[in-house]
C-alpha cells in the first residue's frame, strides 16, 4: 500500500488532497498541531477512516517531523503547511518566514537525515510572482515577491530546487494560482464574500468591509489543484509546474457576481475599510498553465461564475443547516432533554 504524508493536512488543500490519496487507496498521515481531532472539522468526515493516520508536531519542530518521517517513511511527501495568508504576513512576518519557508526547509531536512527517499511536493504560490513583470506568468517567469508570505514562499521553493539538484530528491514544486472552496478559510476575499451573503440573506448581518477591490486574480477550484500536486509526483522527472485557470478577474467582479446569484445589489451593503488595504498588493495574477496540460494532461475544469455560485450555494446552505440545528438544539433544552456532545474518536 502506498504512504503519502501531508503537512498542513487540517487545511482546504491537505483534507481535499486526503480524500483524493484515500479514495487512489493510499494509507494517509497527516501533520497535525492540535491535540483534538475535534477541532480539525476539514477532515472530521475521516476520522472513521482506517487508513487515516495522525501525528502531532509543528512545521517549527524540526525533531518530530524527522521522527514522524521516519517512523511512516512514506512513499510522498505533500508539504502543504504554511501561515498561508498574504495580509497576516505583514503582521507576523517572523513568525511567516519560519513556519511558511523555514518550514520548507525542514521538511527537506527531515526527509534528507531520515534514510528514505519520497517524492517531495512543495506548495509554492503565484504570490512568489508579486509585482509581475509579464502577464500571463508561466515557470519561466522571474519572481518579485511584494509580502513576507511571498518571500517566504520563494525561500521554500528555492530550497525545493536545492534539494533536487544537490540530493537527487524527486522534489517538486506546484506554483498554484488561487483556488477556492466551500472549505476556504474565511479570511480570505472570496470566502469572506460568500460567508456574508449567506448572513445577509439570512438578515443576520448588514454590511460587508473589504479593502482593495481592483486587485485581480486567477481563481480555480481546489478539489481539482489537489489532483495536480499528485500528477507531478507520478512523472519520472521532478520539476516546477504553473496550475491556474487561465482567466483573471476582480474582486469587486467576484463580489459582484456573488451578490447578483442571490438576486442583491452588492453597492448596498459592501463598504471599504482601509484596515484590509495591504502596505503592497500585488495587483494582477494571471497564469499560463500549459506545461501542466502538456505534461500532467492536467485542465481546470470548473470557470469563474461557477466556482462563485458553488460557493455561495454553500455557505447558503451551511447556514440553513446551523440555524435549523440551533433550532432544534432550542427545541430540547425546553423538553429538558440533555443532549450529550458526540465523542469524536481518535483518528
Ligand atoms: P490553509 O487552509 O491556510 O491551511 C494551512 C495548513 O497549515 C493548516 O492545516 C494549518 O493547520 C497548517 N499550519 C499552519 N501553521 C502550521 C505550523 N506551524 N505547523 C504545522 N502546520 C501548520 O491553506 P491552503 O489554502 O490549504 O493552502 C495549502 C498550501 O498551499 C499552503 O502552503 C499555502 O500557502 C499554499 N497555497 C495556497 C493557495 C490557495 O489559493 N489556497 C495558492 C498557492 C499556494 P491548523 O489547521 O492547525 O491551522
Ligand atoms: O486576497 C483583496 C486582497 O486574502 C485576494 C492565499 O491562499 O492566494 C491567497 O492569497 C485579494 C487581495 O488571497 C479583502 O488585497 C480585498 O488582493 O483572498 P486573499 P491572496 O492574498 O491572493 C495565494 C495564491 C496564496 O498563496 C495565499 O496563501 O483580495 N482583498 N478585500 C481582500 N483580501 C482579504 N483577505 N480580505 C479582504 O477583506
Known amino acids: 500500500m502506498r504512504r503519502a504524508f501531508i503537512t498542513g493536512i487540517t487545511g482546504q488543500d491537505g483534507s481535499y488532497l486526503a480524500d483524493f490519496l484515500l479514495a487512489k487507496g493510499y494509507e494517509v498521515h497527516g501533520l497535525t498541531r492540535t491535540e483534538s481531532p475535534a477541532r480539525a472539522d476539514r477532515i472530521q468526515h475521516l476520522r472513521d477512516n482506517p487508513r487515516l493516520v495522525l501525528h502531532f508536531g509543528d512545521l517549527c519542530d524540526a525533531m518530530a517531523l524527522y521522527r514522524i518521517i521516519h517512523k511512516v517513511q512514506p512513499h510522498e511527501v505533500y508539504n502543504l503547511a504554511a501561515q498561508s495568508h498574504v495580509g497576516l504576513s505583514f503582521d507576523s512576518p517572523d513568525h511567516t518566514a519560519n513556519v511558511t519557508g523555514m518550514g520548507a526547509l525542514r521538511v527537506l531536512e527531515a526527509i534528507t537525515q531520515s ?205 440553513e443547516e446551523e440555524v435549523a440545528r440551533s433550532q432544534w438544539g432550542e427545541s430540547c433544552r425546553t423538553e429538558k432533554f440533555v443532549e450529550q456532545p458526540q465523542l469524536v474518536s481518535q483518528v
Open 115 to 319: 534514510g528514505c527517499k519520497p517524492r517531495f511536493y512543495q506548495a509554492s504560490s503565484s504570490e512568489m510572482f508579486g509585482k509581475v513583470v509579464e502577464a500571463p506568468q508561466s515557470e519561466r517567469t522571474p519572481f518579485y515577491p511584494r509580502s513576507p508570505y511571498g518571500v517566504a514562499k520563494a525561500f521554500g521553493h528555492w530550497m525545493t530546487v536545492n534539494y533536487r539538484e544537490s540530493h537527487s530528491l524527486h522534489a517538486s514544486s506546484g506554483i498554484l494560482f488561487n483556488h477556492e472552496s466551500p472549505r476556504r478559510g474565511e479570511a480570505f476575499v472570496t470566502r469572506k464574500i460568500t460567508k456574508a451573503i449567506a448572513r445577509i440573506k439570512a438578515g443576520m448581518q448588514h454590511s460587508l468591509a473589504l479593502g482593495n477591490l481592483d486587485a485581480r486574480r486567477d481563481w480555480g477550484f481546489a478539489p481539482e489543484y489537489v489532483e495536480a500536486m499528485w500528477l507531478m509526483l507520478q512523472q519520472d522527472q521532478p520539476g516546477d509546474y504553473v496550475i491556474a485557470t487561465g482567466e483573471t478577474h476582480s474582486v469587486r467582479e467576484f463580489v459582484a457576481t456573488a451578490f447578483d446569484h442571490v438576486g442583491l445589489d452588492w453597492h448596498a451593503f459592501v463598504v471599504i475599510d482601509p484596515k484590509f488595504i495591504r502596505p503592497t498588493e500585488v495587483d494582477l495574477l494571471v497564469g499560463d498553465a500549459s506545461k501542466a496540460r502538456r505534461v500532467l494532461g492536467w485542465e481546470p475544469r470548473t470557470r469563474f461564475v461557477d466556482l462563485v455560485r458553488l460557493m455561495v450555494d454553500a455557505d447558503m446552505d451551511a447556514l
